[in-house]
């Protein structure tokens, strides 16, 4: 049971779709693995087309997808007709990025009417061991009246 | 005349280099325009496939060449054999990232032995008007006798 | 001139009274030095009550007058019958905070119907010399229709 | 059993000395509640000399504690003759400040050579009741063979 309840039934459905629109994770090659109330996990698979001066994941992939997990955690608990926007983050990159793959889990601390505050972090997986890799915190902002769908 | 002295004075060709080797860049279309002393300026034209869900910028596209012209603002000011790390980094998202394209300007605040800190700008361009849509700080870590092209 | 223009032109008398109200502020011994359209600046003189463990300002000094200083840099620019919050604050601690006294200043950087987004920086002054000792930026929300003055 | 093991069996020692040296928790009026490898909790109770003009805890006495708590939480695994520096911290307010007492709590994330992450939370206690009212990160220096006790 979760201590979050979703104002709108249709919460898994809005996320997929809203993502699905995102170009950036298609150009990435993330894909969602979690949507539930208050938490969306995001996936990113390594490629050379991701990388650092090293060939580690570069941590602007890193956030890009912890964004992204951020922003739809939020946006499960949003009303059916509203927008999400981040306002702003922060990022701690704790460990070398390495690995077959990403894993970004965003999870709402607090949602408010306006502001809602997410706990971001990021594992790296490989050989089947999970480092946390980044951790972080966002502020996103709920624009009400202002459907996701809606051309700006 | 810079308050910085570069102790490496091939410190661009070392900037260039290691830019040209991270995938994240050349897949996102980004290029650098300005290497100078404690000053990294990198650009980043509009394409379909840097959206987020409105078909704005994405807040991961943005922060990505945030990061990128910071960790290389500071790269500029390190000695010929060593590496850089970005520890962390915060940035606000101002105004929404509409453009033919971004300019992302990353600038030492101050360079110490271990840490350097460098204050994070990105501009949208759109019809000749610039408009500051993010600001952020980023702490830097110089790793040294770690040459940036040695293998990890 | 002043590119912030304060919708209301009594903002000096409401920053002044406003701080006259915080108790931390008296008990730190911190005063305001400058009050402007989207600048705030405040001063505190070093006490042995305000240090860290090795007889520097601490940590949470610098960043308590630098988030005053930045709310109220924010305030000036709000309605007459507003509060101000803050949201999150970030803060890099460049140099050792050592010297006569310390000056904050917060600078709105972007002055939104809901959200403000300030920068700030803090200064040490010792014997004649100015260092740039931190810098931050903070997210501020403006409550409407909520005086200052309100009880809570 | 804790995850970390400190490397000073006298660590418990070595963080209420130094704590007892910082002039501004005295002010404030903070004692330390908990010190154990990788994780420090400190209390302030309510007095109207820490408020903001709303008669509430101020955010930089919030931030004060919160980076008091998450800098002796990394001290406690530092060796023996070594100091602690904060380099960065940010902090997002959740909830008013409201209650008899707040309470710090600072917890190592990741504990490097030089780098140590720590993940900081303030709680607000009224009528037995306890709030998350603020959540942070911080990125703290180790500084090697300078003794904390050392004059600086």
Chains 1, 2, 3, 4 share one sequence.
Do not use: W
């Amino acid at each position: 049971m979760s201590p979050h309840a979703p104002p709108d039934p249709d919460f898994a459905a809005r996320v997929r779709d809203s993502f699905g629109r995102q170009g950036l994770m298609a150009t990435l090659g993330a894909s969602l693995s979690r949507v539930e109330p208050g938490l969306v996990a995001i996936v990113l698979p390594f490629r050379p087309e991701l990388t650092q001066q090293h060939g580690l994941f570069h941590a602007g992939a890193t956030s890009a997808i912890a964004d992204s997990a951020g922003g739809y955690a939020g946006f499960t608990l949003f009303p059916a007709d509203s927008s999400v926007l981040t306002a702003e983050f922060k990022i701690n990159l704790l460990a070398p990025a390495r690995g077959e793959r990403l894993v970004a889990v965003g999870e709402v601390v607090r949602s408010g009417r306006t502001l809602t505050i997410c706990d971001l972090k990021v594992y790296a997986e490989a050989g089947g061991a999970r480092t946390l890799c980044a951790t972080g915190l966002q502020t996103l902002v709920c624009l009400r009246d202002r459907p996701d769908t809606q051309t700006r």
